[in-house]
């Protein structure tokens, strides 16, 4: 039982991260009807900006930790969410009234440009970051077998959780009380009527790029945080993660987002615990493939109407 709870701890922890990449993918599939698979790159741009931006800060002298965090996050943020901005007006705007396939070819080679962007900058070694946040409660110990096993929740662990449900609840509410919110979901419904009722569809699209990118930011800097490594490769690997989470979860849904990340963690890590940690991706996309047979829109997605 002790076993069982670290790992639901662990998967939690792992799904959230997964499911604020998957919030950037759903969020630009549900207005533009198109998948940026550079997004896990943009990622892997804001855990890179947070570092750099970390051993700045801590070069300069400045010692109060929380106050290093604080600047660390907001600057990877911003700078996040240009690249964001630029990677959406010189690759996408332009293909936005092209046949389908332009925009697709595009996301796959801006997610290279990213990659090899990052390793000619950076190099291509690992990246390593000493622990920052450690500690954390003991919340019960059991005996087994092997010896004594205590279940912990980290200090990081918990940060990662609240911070997660924190922009989950406030992206919720941004879209559904917000003006922004109202423009996003009209362009979702159709773009050319938005336009004719006065909103502004180019500013919205790029909004929405600019948001997804800062939550890409955000798991970026909780990775680092919570792993201590990162290089250039990290982005498609979390970035394939995200997009199975999306589309398990319904793509185009914020709440199916986040679900099918918590899921996706949730699988690995169970998966690793008890089976073999080789196959673990092996049973993410074998799930995937069982729900998507049963429910082709997703766990939480809306059943496509078609248009007669």
Not at 19 to 44: K, P, Q, R, S, W
Not at 101 to 119: C, D, E, R, W
Not at 182 to 189: F, I, L, V
Not at 226 to 234: A, E, N, Q
Request: aromatic share 10%; glycine share 12%.
């Amino acid at each position: 039982m002790e076993y069982f709870l670290q790992q639901l701890i662990n998967g939690l922890t792992l799904g959230s991260i997964y499911g604020l990449i998957a919030i950037g993918y759903t969020m630009v599939y549900g207005i533009i009807g198109m998948i940026n698979f550079a997004h896990g790159d943009i990622f892997m741009v804001g855990s890179f900006i947070a570092l750099a931006t970390f051993l700045a800060l801590v070069a300069l002298g400045i010692s109060a930790l929380p106050l290093i965090l604080f600047i660390t996050l907001l600057v990877s943020m911003l700078f996040t969410s240009a690249w964001g901005w630029t990677v959406e007006r010189l690759a996408y705007r332009p293909l936005r009234g092209s046949f389908r396939l332009a925009p697709l070819i595009t996301a796959i080679g801006m997610s290279i440009v990213l990659q090899n962007f990052v390793q000619i900058t950076q190099g291509a070694r690992v990246k390593p970051l000493p622990p920052q946040i450690q500690g954390g409660v003991t919340l019960m110990e059991g005996v087994t077998e092997n010896g004594t096993i205590a279940v912990q929740l980290s200090y990081m662990q918990m940060i990662i959780i609240a911070t997660t449900l924190a922009l989950m609840i406030g992206f919720s509410l941004l879209i559904s009380k917000t003006s922004l919110g109202r423009s996003q979901r009209a362009c979702e419904q159709d773009q050319k009527m938005a336009a004719l009722l006065g909103v502004n569809v180019d500013r919205t699209i790029s909004l929405t790029f600019v948001m997804g990118a800062a939550l890409a930011a955000v798991a970026g800097f909780m990775f680092l945080l919570l792993y201590g490594v990162i290089d250039f490769y990290i982005g498609f690997l979390a970035g394939v993660k995200a997009f199975t989470a999306a589309v398990l979860g319904g793509i185009g849904s914020l709440p199916g987002a986040m679900l099918g990340g918590l899921l996706i963690g949730l699988i690995e890590v169970f998966w690793s615990g008890y089976f073999s940690v080789e196959y673990k991706d092996v049973a993410a996309f074998s799930i995937l493939v069982i729900v998507l047979i049963f429910m082709p829109s997703g766990l939480l997605g809306k059943p496509e109407v078609e248009k007669v």
